[in-house]
């Protein structure tokens, strides 16, 4: 069955849907991980007032959301942050998609959208992202893209008040890992006038 795949930007009415994929994401990808408690309450919560602040009041800007939808229905979505760690290069803070919605490639292309996003935006900078140490699947995911991870080192789970261990994934040449996702870089922006 084809399904129909679009990529779209996200804006500030979309914070409480970012906020709940968000959420339900991390349910899954860090179950034993990360506290029930937490996950279960404390998270959905704490998502959404991030994402409001974010994408309603300007928070963290400037940042990029996109929103994935399979047939319609919201399935994952990237958010990037070029400033946020410059001297890393441009941060992927979230890629994230449902589980439902394993297995049909929607996270290589969000990956490859975002990717193209980068090369065209900000030529010659690095991409990089941090993920959790015991996050296996992400992180074979990452490293099927050719993406180095430094040694883990400790960090602030955002709004848990833990320490996790975590690494942080670069892609120094994103040119060269469009090439291996199969796609070119988009064009630059035209300077303003």
């Known amino acids: 069955m084809t399904r129909s795949i679009e990529l779209l930007p996200a804006g500030a009415q979309d914070a409480a849907l970012i906020a709940d994929l968000h959420t339900r994401s991390w349910q899954f990808a860090y179950h034993g991980q990360l506290p029930a408690d ?43 942050q070029p400033e946020a760690e410059p001297q890393f290069g441009i ?50 995911f990452y490293r099927r893209l050719e993406g180095i991870e430094s040694e883990p080192f400790d960090d602030l789970f955002p709004g848990a008040k833990l320490i996790v261990p975590v690494r942080r994934v670069r892609w120094p040449d994103v040119d060269a890992l469009l090439r291996r996702l199969g796609g070119q870089p988009e064009p630059a922006a035209p300077a303003s006038r």
């Open 91 to 140: 941060y992927l803070d979230n890629l994230h998609v449902l589980p439902q919605w394993h297995g049909l490639g929607l996270g290589k292309r969000l990956f490859a959208h975002c990717a193209r996003r980068v090369a065209g935006g900000w030529p010659g900078q690095p991409l990089f992202l941090y993920v959790l140490e015991g996050n296996t699947q992400a992180r074979e």
């Open 38 to 80: 937490y996950l279960e309450h404390t998270a959905p919560a704490e998502r959404l007032q991030t994402w409001q602040a974010r994408l309603q009041q300007g928070a963290e800007a400037p940042l990029e959301v996109i929103l994935a939808r399979v047939d319609g229905e919201p399935a994952g979505f990237y958010c990037l």
